[in-house]
């Protein structure tokens, strides 16, 4: 797998996520692509750039997709406050999506309104727990939308590099 972002990755912390990240991707997204060993909850990796260390970070989020563009649920489990993910969306909105062998760039989004009410309603009715999710807490829950970046031969890259001529 290759990745489109440049930059040192950082793994994640937690256990969990730091080796479904690592199946899904040295498989190419044939092992470790659903949440919880579930069939019916499927999952995509998405790497963004961290907000304050701008090292790459990689999470598994589920796959809601529409249309060439994905959402990603900014839920934390119904936590009232925003995973970290979050703030490096909002900080570096080109993200690395794979879904599958091939990653691609994509722009994050922060939906408000009536199209966040309506990718909100796709993402319930993909994983009816993120309506529970937003009855455990009093924060609205965030919605980014993940549309493709058209490029080719191009990599991003860290966000402290020199600019190139």
């Keep these: 797998m290759t990745d489109l972002l440049e930059g040192e990755y950082e793994p ?14 040295a498989t190419d997204g044939r092992e470790a692509n659903v949440l919880r060993g579930n069939p019916d909850w499927p999952i995509v990796v998405i790497t963004s750039r961290g907000a304050k260390s701008g090292k790459l970070r990689k999470n598994p989020v589920m796959r809601v997709e529409r ?3 994905y959402v990603a649920v900014a839920s934390k489990g119904g ?3 925003n995973p970290t993910w979050f703030a490096n969306f909002v900080a570096n909105p080109v993200v690395q999506l794979q879904d599958g062998p091939e990653p691609a760039l994509y722009n994050a ?3 408000e309104g009536e ?3 309506e990718w909100w ?5 993909t994983w009816d727990t993120y309506a529970e999710y937003q009855k455990k807490t009093d924060r609205k829950i965030p919605v980014f939308l993940l ?3 058209e490029v ?5 890259p860290p966000a402290d590099a020199p600019p190139t001529s």
């Design 109 to 111: 989004r922060l939906l």
């Design 121 to 125: 309603d796709l993402a319930v009715e």
């Design 152 to 156: 080719t031969g191009y990599s991003v």
């Design 79 to 81: 936590a009232d406050d």
């Design 147 to 149: 549309e493709p970046v």
């Design 115 to 117: 199209e966040r009410q």
């Design 67 to 69: 249309d060439g563009k």
């Design 12 to 25: 994640s912390p937690a256990d969990w996520v730091r080796e479904q990240v690592a199946t899904y991707e």
